[in-house]
């Protein structure tokens, strides 16, 4: 699927839309300022960005069979790097949301395509090579928040030009990647132990077992865009609400901006970490290992003297989550094409919908009660994954 310069040009991307997503936090003060924002009004910039992002991963989707891989990527680099340069030139905040809007349209199409094509590109290595990819993103992630710092946050039209004009050499590397991504065999669904046997009455297996296992991919489907939904929560959750917690419980501000800035490291650390151990260990046990640490881990944060350390652990546990089970869903649902988009779109939503039902939640229990709160989410998540290993294993084909 990809020669070695467009994997490192797919790296390279997974770090500018890492950076892209980060940019808007620390522009706000000068946002602000610029056109006379509310804090809620200024916050509307980032929304648009997941607004876009998910039509992206839809829109993209749609039209992958007409457009082909390298198109797709091609068009999503140059959406970014219109809305980011519309946003750096924006006379008026209306005109920012929209190009806020055009680049998450852009952050869409780059997260689809990429993680789509690392998901059947590799062979038995792709789980490892999602997990490289994603944890790229985190460096974007850790790279945004610091550019601002360095030029100062009334600067933040410069540092948004220059995002726009890094994005366009990535054009020129899409020939390494191949247009179209293989077909997975018929043998590789659930339906292969059934589509050739014939009842008594001469129905075929897969006449009288499709309307079940139809249910059954879609219960599975269900399953997986709420364990995303979820798990993403619990990421943007822990990155909203740790520095309030840790100051609520005794640390001061710095301390708890530094635990939190760790936090989001060791997500980074943990996708790489993982990826040897993706080359032994499947996806399922990645999983179930990572949902399980993430419980363990949110439940000792609710003691004061463990919570930056727990909220490290959180990170590293929740890190393989995201990429891993792309190619778990591949595995156990490759003829659903849109699946994989489903998840995707669901993940960026679970963003946009964790911080209004965290916070109302908050308001109900108190701040202290956030890694409880967090705690419970996570086991849903636990359960949801020993749901889906056994939903998998029974439509597995016969050795």
Known sequence: MFSTPAVVASCVGFVLIGVLQALYGPAIPALRDAF?????????????????GVAGVLLFDRLHERLGNRRILGTSYLLMALGAAGFALAPNWPAGIAAALLAGLGFGGIDYGLNQLFAVGFGHRSAAMLNILNAHFGIGAILGPALIAAVGAEHYPAVFLAFAAANLPLVLCLRGVRDRAPQPASGAT???????????????????????????????????????VLHVGIEAGVGGWEPTHLETVGYGAGAAATATSVYWLMMTVGRFLVAPIALRHSAQTIITVSCAGMTVCLLLASVPWLAPYAYAGVGLFIAPIFPTGLLWLNVAAPRARRAGALVIAASMAGGVAAGPALGKAIEWSGVRAVPLLLCAVSALCLLATLWLIRATRSHSPSP
């Open 36 to 52: 006379g924002l509310s804090p809620s009004a200024a916050g509307l910039g980032l929304s648009a960005h997941f607004i876009g």
């Open 190 to 228: 659930g339906t292969a132990s059934t589509a050739g046997t014939t009842d008594p009455s001469g129905t075929t297996g897969a006449e009288a077992g499709g309307s079940a296992l139809s249910r059954s991919l879609a219960s599975v489907l269900a399953v997986f865009v709420t364990l995303y």
